[in-house]
C-alpha cells in the first residue's frame, strides 16, 4: 500500500501488534506506508530482555523514551535516558540497551524502513495490548538459529562492548 500521497490514521493499534521476546511491539508505520522511507514502532519491554550488543549496517535508528529508564551504550559510552528523552543512532554504530526499570516503553524510528520486517518475522500476533507471559530460560536453540539467520539477512551484526564509559 502505497499512502505517502495521502494522509492516514492509526487507529486501531491492536491489528498492528505483536508479541516478541516477552514484550509487546506496535508497528505504527512501515515501510509499505512511507515509500520505504521509514517505520515507526512502539516497543513495550521487560527488564532483562533486551539485545547484546550490534551493529545495523542498513539503517540509522532513534530511540524516544515514553515511560521508564533505559541505558543506551553506544560506541562504550553509557546513556542513561528517562521518560522524554531519545538517543539516535547511525548505521554502523555498535550499540546495546539495558531497561533500568521493570518495564520501558519507547518509539523506535529506524530509517530507511525494512527492519520492522524482521521484528514482524520473529513475532506472533498479539491479542491484548499487553505483556505476554514472560520466556522462561534461553531460546531454544531453533529459535537462536532463526534469529541469527533473520539478523544476518537484515544486516545487523553482533557484538561485544568492553571497557564501558559512563556519561
Do not use: C
Not at 60 to 76: C, K, M, Q, Y
Amino acid at each position: 500500500m502505497d499512502n505517502t500521497n495521502k494522509a492516514f490514521a492509526v487507529q486501531n493499534k491492536l491489528e498492528r501488534t505483536r508479541h516478541f521476546m516477552g514484550g509487546y511491539w506496535t508497528f505504527l508505520l512501515n515501510g509499505s506506508e512511507t515509500n520505504g522511507q521509514f517505520a515507526l514502532m512502539e516497543v513495550n519491554l521487560r527488564r532483562g530482555l533486551e539485545p547484546p550488543a550490534h551493529t545495523h549496517t542498513n539503517e540509522d535508528e532513534t530511540f524516544h523514551v515514553l515511560e521508564g529508564e533505559i541505558t543506551v551504550t553506544a560506541d562504550n559510552v553509557e546513556h542513561h535516558l528517562k521518560a522524554g528523552e531519545l538517543i539516535h543512532l547511525p548505521r554502523g554504530v555498535v550499540h546495546s540497551f539495558k531497561v533500568q526499570t521493570e518495564k520501558v516503553k519507547m518509539l523506535a524510528h529506524v530509517a530507511p524502513a525494512g527492519l520492522e520486517e524482521m521484528f514482524i518475522a520473529m513475532s506472533t500476533p498479539a491479542d491484548q495490548l499487553d505483556y505476554p507471559s514472560a520466556p522462561v530460560g534461553p531460546p531454544p536453540p531453533e529459535v537462536l538459529q532463526r534469529i541469527g539467520a533473520l539478523q544476518e539477512q537484515y544486516g545487523i551484526i553482533g557484538m561485544q562492548n568492553k571497557d564501558i564509559k559512563t556519561v
